[in-house]
């Protein structure tokens, strides 16, 4: 039966105390120091791990869930600027046929990525040598397989040190690996550079935005660069695209500027206006260039049924837009509520079963009466297109109903 990550670990570290004069903790310091990789790459430090004899404050290999690589005092490859981040390292070959990058491939690509470096681990014996490879160098080949020259050479010279009799396993946190078990997303920067992005959320990380960036490069997929951003961070900038286009969306409808609204309405799925926030299966959507002329079409068209009345709402966009869509106060709102659904009546809102992957942006105005059956609503509907830009799917009417 193989022995677990924990078991190996726990040699590796016991070997520490074994080894012999040759290959001490003392000289395998000296060495990781004078090769150790210089560059432009950013740090990223791991936390936690275990004070090892020696005096040597490392840290445990593969202590899961992992750090960035470049846990420690290594350094990691970022690659130059943002705008250089954003390209692959090579371009492949004109008219070369790419095959997709799929999840199912990202998923495949990075076990073999992270078997690349754990293979290695679990030869080595108690005294942290491995049997493959002599050399540094034929390291960096061995992980050449999956990753970027660059990347390899990070791997190489953050967790493997070149004695005279061979190579050893430098004691250390372990780099992060992608968690299949929990979701991520494939962001595609041009057709050969796709990032795979998954947040992370534990207590070595804390919680982090994991991107693994990708490139096609000699006829294969491989791990170009690993970068992460601050979750929390990401998520607030988010927030503020998404409340930044709803209220230009807002503006847009309030002053009847109807050709600059179209710009914002999703390209598929163009735009659903509903009375009421229980959602008709039947609702109108008008694609881009129907709003662009919204005011001018003088279509009579069916928008739903009255609540309370039964018959159909039967009006053409311009008076739709009088009765089901400006309100003389949504301006100046009495409260905005961002992605969260607030039950005001007795009616089910049912917008985020019709728009599972859309953020609602709610402009609430309070009744002006004692009995409180005079408030409305607006719900600016968006969801993000291929580009991660927010677009307007829906326009959604909340009043008071019997």
Do not use: C
Request: no cysteine.
């Amino acid at each position: 039966m193989s022995k677990s990550f924990e078991e190996r670990m726990k040699e590796l570290e016991e070997g520490y105390n074994a080894m012999p004069d040759t290959i001490s903790p003392e000289k395998i310091i000296q060495n990781v120091e004078k090769k150790k990789k210089k560059s432009s790459w950013k740090k990223i430090y791991a936390a936690g791990g275990s004070v090892l004899a020696a005096g040597l404050a490392t840290l445990l290999i593969m202590s899961q869930p992992g750090v960035l690589p470049g846990g420690g005092d290594s350094e990691m490859p970022q690659g130059g600027t943002s705008e250089e981040n954003e390209q692959p390292s090579e371009d492949p070959d004109e008219g070369e046929d790419i095959p997709a990058f799929t999840k199912e491939r990202a998923v495949e690509l990075m076990n073999d990525y992270k078997e690349s470096f754990v293979s290695l681990i679990n030869e080595a014996g108690n005294d942290q040598k491995i049997d493959s490879y002599q050399t540094k160098e034929e390291v960096k080949e061995h992980f050449k397989t999956t990753m970027s020259d660059d990347l390899a050479q990070w791997m190489t010279d953050s967790y493997f040190t070149e004695e005279e009799d061979g190579v050893y396993v430098i004691a250390k946190d372990g780099p992060t690996w992608l968690e299949e078990g929990q979701p991520f997303e494939l962001e595609e920067v041009t057709e050969t550079h796709v990032k795979i992005v998954q947040e992370r959320d534990n207590e070595l990380l804390g919680n982090v935005e994991m991107i693994f960036h990708t490139a096609y490069q000699d006829d294969k997929w491989i791990v170009d660069e690993i970068d992460s951003n601050d979750a929390d961070e990401s998520a607030n900038e988010t927030n503020s695209d998404l409340v930044n286009t709803a209220q230009t969306v807002l503006n847009m409808i309030t002053s009847q500027d109807m050709n600059t609204l179209a710009s914002h309405v999703h390209p598929d799925k163009g735009v659903l206006f509903s009375p009421y926030v229980n959602i008709d299966e039947d609702a109108q959507v008008f694609q881009q260039e129907e709003v662009e002329h919204f005011f001018e079409d003088n279509q009579v068209y069916e928008w739903g049924v009255y609540d309370g009345r039964g018959n159909t709402i039967e009006l053409t966009p311009g008076e739709y837009y009088e009765e089901f869509i400006y309100e003389p106060g949504l301006q100046d709102a009495d409260e905005i509520v961002v992605d969260e659904i607030k039950q005001r009546g007795n009616m089910k809102n049912n917008i985020k079963n019709v728009f599972p992957e859309a953020a609602v942006v709610e402009y609430h105005i309070e009744s002006s009466e004692d009995e409180g059956m005079d408030w409305a609503s607006l719900n600016i509907v968006l969801e993000q297109d291929e580009n991660n830009t927010w677009k307007l799917v829906a326009i959604v009417h909340d009043e008071w109903t019997i």
